[in-house]
């Protein structure tokens, strides 16, 4: 079963602009995470924010954890065409395990 | 390259049948998991292994069983296959057995069962 959701679920922008994916979650967490795929392939590890983290930058990432409303929003600045992939964020399952729950995921095509 | 290897690529059987995906983690990774991805499911979580124990159980249905071997390498195990079972499979592996770190993911097996 899906941890939470994404939202959007399609997203579609020009070149140059800024993307914003939200994702929320039910249960209490440690950590959560967002993850790339594109198309059909594997996914790529983008950025872990620790339940006692509020924001946290990678590059031209941004992640934000809000706890207490069990949200995490990813922007990514200054899109590029080579952004265009499925954005997934992730939280660690119960108990001391690498379970990952992953959403549902949201659709990001950058436009050139 | 994530440096997490899956074979084979693609996988088309028929119903009935029973099939074993591999998988190779990372060098120095001793905690492998495995995911299943579907249109109508997402992704879900199926079993993980470290260093040779199940440590964590998910969605795995009792048709399919897994195994780590002493080298670290995985493989999983899917019988009486179901048009339903068709899917992408990944891999992944961490340092670590917990969640406080990523997850390194292999480009999957794509399954078709007709």
């Known amino acids: 079963s899906q941890q939470g959701e994404e939202d959007p679920q399609a997203l579609s922008i020009q070149e140059g602009e800024n993307a914003t994916m939200n994702c929320s979650y039910k249960t209490s967490i440690n950590n959560l995470q967002w993850y790339r795929q594109n198309s059909g392939r594997g996914l790529v590890h983008l950025i872990l924010i620790r339940s006692n983290e509020r924001e946290k930058h990678s590059g031209r990432l941004r992640v934000t954890l809000d706890t207490s409303k069990k949200s995490s929003s990813l922007l990514i600045t200054a899109s590029r065409a080579a952004d265009t992939a499925s954005y997934f964020c992730a939280t660690d399952g119960s108990g001391n395990t690498g379970k990952l729950i992953f959403g549902q995921g949201t659709t990001l095509q950058v436009k050139p | 390259d994530s440096g997490v290897t899956q074979t084979p690529k693609h996988l088309i059987t028929a119903t009935g049948q029973r099939v074993t995906l591999r998988c190779s983690p990372r060098?120095?990774?001793?905690?492998v998991y495995w995911y299943q991805q579907s249109l109508d499911q997402g992704l879900q979580f199926l079993i993980q292994y470290y260093n040779g124990e199940e440590r964590a159980k998910g969605n795995i249905l009792e048709r399919f069983s897994a195994q780590q071997f002493p080298d670290l390498h995985s493989e999983l195990n899917l019988s009486s296959l179901e048009l339903g079972d068709s899917a992408l499979y990944f891999c992944?592996?961490?340092?670590?057995?917990?969640?406080?770190?990523?997850?390194?993911f292999g480009p999957g097996t794509r399954l078709t069962v007709t």
């Open positions: 060098s120095g990774d001793l905690s």
């Open positions: 992944a592996s961490s340092v670590v057995a917990g969640g406080q770190s990523e997850q390194y």
